[in-house]
């Protein structure tokens, strides 16, 4: 196993966590962003008004882009594991 594969490796698995955590973390970010500013506007500061949409958001984007983060899990593991063959030799 060369340096040069581990490089590699960390940085497909880098990409990998990008792709499959970016999506969720963006949905997480706009809603939080527009609850604050919803917030400030109103002057309501109500805790559970910060966390429900966030929870709700977060869940839809899961259930909505599951398959693919599964496809690209499914993908990279599929690959690492018919590597393993080049690396012992």
């Known amino acids: 196993m060369s340096p040069d594969f581990i490089i590699k490796l960390g940085q497909e698995v880098l990409t990998l966590i990008l792709y499959v955590g970016g999506p969720v973390l963006i949905v997480a970010l706009v809603v939080g962003l527009g609850v604050s500013i919803f917030q400030?506007?109103?002057q309501v500061h109500?805790?559970?008004?910060?966390?429900?949409?966030?929870?709700?958001a977060v869940g839809a984007t899961i259930i909505l882009m599951l398959p693919w983060m599964m496809q690209r899990m499914i993908d990279f593991t599929i690959n690492l594991l018919s590597a393993i063959p080049t690396l012992i030799g």
Do not use: G, Q
């Not at 109500?46 to 709700?56: A, C, V």
């Open 46 to 56: 109500e805790m559970t008004l910060t966390f429900i949409p966030k929870i709700i």
């Open 40 to 42: 400030a506007v109103t």
